[in-house]
């Protein structure tokens, strides 16, 4: 399900042309919305159109058998009533052939108003907060099924990720524990000033020079294996091996170098470590003595990916058998045993990925985790991976399938900015498992890609990667 808010007025677009006769299509996804009046728009029509007849279903009843309104525009705007779900269908008529077929039904929207002080589900976040938020669910008390309550992952239930909360809207909330420029989780000595390197996480990245130092704190929520990932902007004038330092309490962790003049724009993996409940971890950068020094975002992530066996999570008892933690690390003996391949999932909706142009949620059977998507019509989605250590890369793709999926989508696997093999897949088949794509040498550190293309009008699912380095 998608969850969304919009700036202001507007709410989207119907998700096809009117024009289009109903067929076979994938399952529509959920708005949820906080603002009368509610506007549906659409497409117009091709060919002679004297008015459009609207039909409104209301809470998932059935449409109408008359239509709710007549209008001569490709708009309907309408007093939306508070915890009440719109979806909207639409057909041209015209003067001489009478109405066409109609179009396929908009995505759900599902209205609670500002001001309403009701909690549906009961999780201590009003309903209001949890839709202006955009994405936990009113209806849900652990919208992201981490098993960590949205009510406990937003503390001060306002519907935003303040410094010191997890996030309520991304799997495993403990898992991304995230501190941006600016916040109150950040410090700093010397000059710091707004950047103009593109790609920022968030409003803004910051630069400096001459020594001044960044430094991004962590209250750490739980005992286990964390993963330190940093980003930054590019800038021709950025240094190319800037120093970080890692410290829980007063310890060195690890220190280590960064390129910042590639890589810009995206979470790029540092290290793996351990730590314990209510240990402060601080992650310090340094200046260069010439250039400027990017300090932008930092995330602490307490899963490299995918979910353990038993209860999925690294408890203080536990300890990892003696392969490398790096490459597993949560997977200890009390859940299932480790493995000697460094293991990164990285599912939609993951900020690992990418897209362009338009991805729904797809009603295909089996997906990688709560959903997969569908795409058409050129839309691309790319999967990002950064090698944790020198090895062999073997690549798998999830897929759901269905009737509409493509027979040859095309597939680029990139590392370094070179690409190292194209695929075509059959989507048709073999859907709901793991499929492996191949295998490749990589250096530690490198950076991959995995690109799907949706060409033409066929549905091509885009759901989750896994990349294994042995």
Same mark, same amino acid.
């Given at each position: ?29 959920? /708005? ?49 009533? @508070? ?66 309550? @949205?009510?406990?992952? #937003? ?5 935003? !990720? ?13 898992? #991304? ?66 120093? %970080? ?12 170098? %960064? ?25 310090? /950068? ?21 979910? *353990? ?6 408890? *203080? ?29 990285? #599912? ?34 790319? =999967? ?14 999830? =897929? ?18 070179? %690409? ?21 040498? !990589? ?25 294994? %380095?042995?």
């Amino acid at each position: 399900m998608i969850k969304g808010r919009f700036g202001t007025v507007v709410v989207f677009l119907l998700a096809l042309s009117v024009m289009l006769l109903a067929g076979s299509q994938e399952a529509h996804s959920v /708005i949820y919305w906080n603002e009368s009046p509610l506007t549906f728009r659409w497409s117009a029509a091709t060919g002679t159109v004297n008015n459009y007849e609207v039909y409104i279903s209301k809470n998932g009843a059935a449409y109408p058998a008359t239509a709710s309104a007549s209008v001569t525009g490709t708009s309907y705007t309408f007093s939306a009533q @508070d915890e009440t779900s719109y979806a909207l269908k639409v057909r041209a008529v015209s003067q001489t052939d009478g109405p066409g077929p109609f179009s396929d039904p908009s995505q759900v929207v599902m209205v609670f108003l500002h001001g309403t002080a009701s909690d549906t589900d009961g999780d201590g976040v009003p309903n209001t907060a949890e839709t202006t938020s955009g994405c936990s669910s009113p209806y849900d008390t652990d919208s992201d099924d981490d098993g960590i309550p @949205d009510g406990v992952e #937003d503390a001060n239930h306002n519907g935003r !990720v303040d410094a010191g909360e997890t996030d309520p809207c991304e799997a495993g909330a403990v898992n #991304d524990l995230i501190c941006d420029n600016g916040s109150s989780c950040s410090s700093y000595t010397g000059s710091w000033w707004v950047s103009g390197g593109e790609e920022p996480y968030g409003q803004s990245s910051l630069y400096g020079k001459s020594g001044s130092t960044y430094s991004w704190r962590f209250q750490i929520p739980q005992s286990g294996n964390y993963q330190l990932s940093m980003w930054w902007t590019e800038f021709y004038s950025r240094p190319t091996a800037a120093p %970080v330092t890692l410290r829980c309490g007063s310890t060195v962790v690890d220190t280590f170098s %960064v390129n910042q003049q590639e890589d810009g724009g995206q979470w790029n993996w540092l290290s793996s470590f351990q730590a314990s409940q209510g240990q402060t971890c601080t992650v310090t /950068i340094q200046a260069a003595p010439s250039g400027s020094t990017c300090a932008d975002a930092v995330k602490l992530s307490s899963a490299f990916g995918g979910t *353990a066996c038993g209860n999925g999570s690294v408890d *203080a008892a536990e300890e990892c058998d003696g392969n490398d933690d790096d490459a597993c690390p949560n997977l200890c003996q009390a859940d299932c045993t480790c493995s000697d391949a460094a293991r990164t999932i990285c #599912d939609n909706g993951d900020s690992c990925t990418s897209f362009t142009k338009v991805w729904q949620v797809s009603g295909g059977v089996r997906p990688y985790g709560d959903e997969a998507l569908y795409g058409k019509w050129g839309a691309t989605y790319t =999967w990002d991976f950064r090698a944790p250590r020198a090895g062999n890369l073997n690549v798998y793709m999830w =897929w759901t399938e269905y009737a509409s999926r493509c027979t040859d989508c095309p597939v680029t696997l990139e590392c370094g900015g070179r %690409v190292l093999d194209n695929f075509t897949l059959n989507q048709q088949e073999n859907g709901g498992k793991w499929n492996w794509l191949g295998g490749y040498p !990589v250096q530690q550190g490198q950076s991959c890609s995995v690109t799907i293309e949706a060409e033409g009008g066929e549905s091509t699912c885009a759901d989750a990667v896994m990349f294994e %380095v042995e």
